[in-house]
């Protein structure tokens, strides 16, 4: 009889007369360039067509997509130190004849890992593509117009951070609260690789200067910490005692009921370092203010932690989104960001913890295997290597 349906696909030698089987009657020994389809028919098999040649024939390329909308979209193609660009059947083209491309960080060699796959992760938003891995710092890929592009080195200022330091011996003293400034160390605790990386600063525990209390009587100008935030007292409206509402503003001068206080600082700063003159002294910009008082600069401080990313630890190798967040894996570590805002990484919000701050996790599990993939569906899922 004739044979009506081809929609069991190719069959296994295995199978070779069992015509008792539902499926015989409708496979192949043998089904090359066809795509069974679940109707019935075979259809021939799509394929490609040269639009143009590779960067470098020397060289490996790696292909990812950019889609921003039906009508708007590309390949991208790494290759060895620049991305190039396919779009509407062709390359895109900075003159007739010219091919358009970027230039990045990332060698030939640092395009691929250790089994052989590409070393990219890449997540694209609007407009902004993401890319971790290489062994570099994570990059920002920006489509500015249809034939304008621009890679840079994504700045983050706010973290994330590593592990608050846990030796009271190791304390940090900067030469000052803002600008370039000086920091020394009581002990070893810098390398040359630190430099680029953040340092966060806390005060000390609130006995450097005393607390916020209701009904007590502080002499004018007295600074207090009151809600992990340090606060002066700038007028006392007549009064002898505070009242009864606790300073929590992040900004300005504010009433507690009876004496007005102003706000000062968060009880922490950032800074990028940038130079290193020896496992003790290092120098930096502030990002946000070093908030020590004038009279405890000198005093020092044990609470500190440096950034998780730089050359002295690690880089991101894996990126994704999730739930309106940014998600970055290293080798153990996930770092998520602050909720709606993927270029803010603060694990706090004026020493405050909130829904919306950036996460920290560091995977914790039987195997002692690196995070190799990460999947956004309902959960965040992610996995070591086979």
Not at 203 to 225: C, F, G, S
Not at 267 to 294: C, E, K, M, R, W
Not at 313 to 332: C, F, H, Q, S
Not at 336 to 353: C, I, T, V, W
Request: proline share 4%; hydrophobic share 40%.
């Amino acid at each position: 009889p004739g044979i009506s349906s081809f929609n069991a696909g190719e069959l296994s030698p295995l199978l070779d007369g069992r015509p008792d089987l539902a499926k015989y009657p409708a496979g192949c020994s043998v089904m090359e360039n066809f795509v069974p389809t679940v109707q019935g028919p075979a259809r021939f098999r799509p394929g490609t067509r040269y639009v143009g040649d590779a960067l470098s024939h020397s060289v490996r390329s790696w292909l990812a997509r950019f889609e921003f909308s039906d009508a708007q979209a590309y390949i991208l193609e790494f290759s060895n130190a620049l991305i190039g660009f396919f779009t509407n059947h062709g390359r895109l083209e900075s003159a007739p004849g010219v091919n358009y491309t970027v230039a990045t960080p990332y060698t030939t060699a640092s395009l691929v890992t250790a089994d052989g796959a590409f070393a990219i992760s890449n997540v694209q938003t609007g407009d902004v593509v993401y890319l971790a891995g290489g062994g570099v710092a994570p990059q920002k890929l920006s489509r500015l117009s249809a034939s304008s592009w621009t890679l840079a080195e994504l700045v983050i200022d706010d973290g994330p951070f590593m592990d608050m330091n846990e030796d009271d011996t190791i304390t940090m003293t900067v030469s000052a609260i803002s600008g370039s400034v000086t920091i020394t160390a009581a002990a070893a605790a810098f390398t040359a690789d630190h430099v680029g990386s953040l340092i966060r600063i806390e005060r000390n525990a609130t006995e450097d200067i005393q607390p916020w209390m209701h009904t007590k009587d502080y002499a004018l100008n007295t600074l207090v910490v009151s809600d992990g935030k340090t606060y002066e007292l700038i007028d006392k409206h007549g009064e002898t005692n505070t009242g009864t509402v606790q300073p929590t503003h992040t900004r300005g001068s504010a009433m507690d009921g009876l004496v007005e206080w102003e706000f000062k600082d968060a009880g922490y700063g950032v800074a990028q370092i940038t130079g290193f003159t020896s496992s003790l002294i290092v120098t930096a910009t502030t990002v946000t203010d070093l908030n020590f008082p004038d009279s405890l600069i000198a005093v020092g401080s044990r609470r500190w932690n440096f950034g998780a990313w730089g050359e002295h630890n690690e880089y991101p190798i894996k990126v994704t989104l999730w739930r309106d967040r940014l998600v970055w894996a290293g080798l153990r570590d996930v770092w998520l960001s602050k909720a709606g805002e993927y270029e803010k990484m603060a694990p706090d919000d004026f020493n405050e913890q909130l829904t919306d701050s950036a996460i920290n996790i560091r995977i914790q599990s039987r195997d002692n295997n690196a995070i190799r993939w990460m999947a956004s569906t309902n959960a965040l899922r992610i996995g070591p290597a086979a």
